[in-house]
């Protein structure tokens, strides 16, 4: 517990430091704990500390641990999004990083009808073209949203998420991470939101902050 504590604190001040790097003031940025192989009761530790945003990428791992978690926790879905796990996924989960193809669009748009919500997800992006990743490529983007929000009403677009390639110099991140910014500024869709912009890990998350990151995700920093 005192390890994990320090080591969100050292988080939090990276943070603030990355912020105050590049002049972005107080702006908030909310620290996603990626839960991936950890169990529900060091999660819980994680929560007392008043960390309440989660990450999780795998359904069949998460369902069992959110049976003996406190409902109040905040829930984003943050890996590959099969089809035939949308049903499981959208009444656990506040927000989806990963919307990447119009089949699934058009799944969570279907499920979300019927559940009378509307779901927000943000569009995953293949910023570095990274063959082993999923996403868009940047030249789909602005024609993917457009069909999205012409086509799937039960849906809202947030913002966007990208992955960069590991790098052992986080530095070399920085493009990637920019670039996403850069289209979420260029990028106008009337109906779409591209103020969350979900980038960086443990590994470069500072960077990303540097780069307008608004959600990062970390997971080895701090459940190490």
Request: net charge neutral; charged share 30%; hydrophobic share 40%.
């Amino acid at each position: 517990m005192e390890l994990l504590q320090e080591n969100y604190l050292r988080i939090i001040e990276r943070i603030n430091n990355a912020k105050e790097n590049s002049g972005r003031g107080k702006e908030e940025i909310t620290v996603i704990a990626v839960t991936k192989g950890i169990s529900p009761e060091r999660i819980k530790e994680a929560a007392s500390l008043g960390i309440n945003h989660f990450g999780e990428n795998r359904v069949q791992e998460v369902l069992p641990k959110m049976e003996v978690l406190p409902d109040q926790l905040t829930w984003h879905f943050i890996g590959h999004l099969q089809s035939n796990k949308v049903k499981d996924v959208l009444p656990r989960f506040s927000l989806v990083h990963s919307l990447d193809r119009l089949s699934l669009a058009k799944e969570i748009n279907k499920r979300s009808k019927k559940a009378k919500r509307i779901t927000e997800a943000l569009v995953q992006v293949n910023v570095a073209k990274e063959k082993s990743k999923f996403g868009l490529a940047v030249t789909e983007l602005e024609g993917f949203i457009e069909k999205v929000v012409e086509n799937f009403p039960n849906i809202k677009i947030k913002g966007l998420m990208t992955i960069a390639p590991y790098e052992e110099d986080p530095q070399e991140a920085r493009p990637v991470f920019r670039e996403l910014k850069d289209l979420a500024r260029q990028i106008k869709v009337p109906g779409a939101e591209l103020k969350e912009l979900s980038m960086g890990m443990s590994n470069d998350f500072e960077v990303a902050v540097e780069e307008g990151a608004t959600m990062v995700r970390i997971g080895s920093a701090l459940f190490r």
